[in-house]
């Protein structure tokens, strides 16, 4: 018996995780296989046995981008830094639905998955990875909806001033889904034990939208209300997207900077406290 076990050679061993930011690479590549088919099955059950399908995709960002110009726009009259306010608002509107989008549903990880977190092993974060990576896909097929829109407009004589911020749009793209997907990892952590914030985060998203600019322009604010929304970690980003992308929004070095860093920081407190809370839920789920 001690020869055939001296003999037995294992491909993978599973030992405890010592640390709270081990973070595996490589266990990560080889689930790599995995990680696909999740982001297909995130994909395809979503919309599986809707009347309009993938047209989802670009009718609920149309249909909100409409609302956004009549009220805001129509209404209220709220600046859009000279730009049409179709294009303004769908640009915060897609960039908000995707951090949206990985935040919440990111946070009902550990809920959503509990079967078979319990029965198979694989790298746990492979799963909010998952929802990072399917709503990119959606965020980019939104993306081709936006750049329609802004050619219709150059060809009606609206002027984009797009300089070499266009190529700041990947990385401010990152700096969402690392937002996104850390603010989502401590919020699943927490609900196993508080199962209100569950129906909280949703509403919370909502009113957190408000105190990002992306129904106003950060130019339009003053004072203390500058301060207060400059604050905000998201704020830049949609900042730096609009530039980005339409040539106007609030983009320096420090501003840059300031995104990056917090981006950072939140992904890694996200991740501390998830891989801390995935040794135990099982127990409190």
């Not at 949206?100 to 550990?110: A, G, R």
Request: hydrophobic share 50%; aromatic share 18%.
């Amino acid at each position: 018996m001690n020869k055939i076990e001296e003999s037995t050679q294992w491909d993978l061993i599973l030992t405890p995780q010592k640390g709270w930011f081990k973070l595996d690479l490589g266990a990560i590549w080889r689930y790599r296989d995995l990680l696909m088919l999740l982001v297909r099955r995130d994909i395809v059950a979503f919309y599986k046995q809707t009347i309009f399908g993938p047209l989802w995709y670009f009718i609920q960002p149309v249909f909100t981008t409409i609302v956004f110009t009549f009220i805001f726009g129509k209404l209220a009259k709220l600046s859009t830094d000279g730009l049409p306010q179709s294009v303004f608002y769908l640009v915060g509107i897609t960039a908000w639905n995707y951090f949206s989008d990985c935040l919440i549903k990111t946070s009902t990880v550990f809920r959503d998955n509990q079967a078979i977190f319990g029965k198979v092993y694989f790298p746990r974060i492979i799963s909010p990875l998952s929802i990072v990576v399917s709503n990119l896909l959606r965020f980019a097929i939104q993306l081709v909806l936006l750049l329609g829109l802004i050619i219709y407009f150059y060809f009606q004589g609206v002027i984009f001033p797009i300089g070499w911020n266009i190529f700041l749009f990947p990385v401010f793209i990152l700096f969402m889904a690392m937002q996104g997907l850390g603010l989502g990892m401590m919020v699943t952590a927490m609900t196993n034990k508080y199962k209100d914030l569950s129906i909280l985060v949703p509403f919370g998203m909502q009113l957190l939208m408000y105190a990002t600019t992306v129904i106003y322009p950060l130019s339009s604010l003053s004072g203390n209300m500058y301060r207060i929304v400059a604050l905000n970690p998201m704020t830049y980003v949609i900042e730096g997207i609009k530039a980005s992308t339409l040539g106007v929004g609030v983009l320096t070095f420090q501003t840059f900077t300031y995104s990056f860093l917090v981006s950072v920081f939140i992904l890694s407190i996200g991740y501390i406290i998830f891989n801390k809370a995935e040794k135990s839920f099982i127990d409190t789920i």
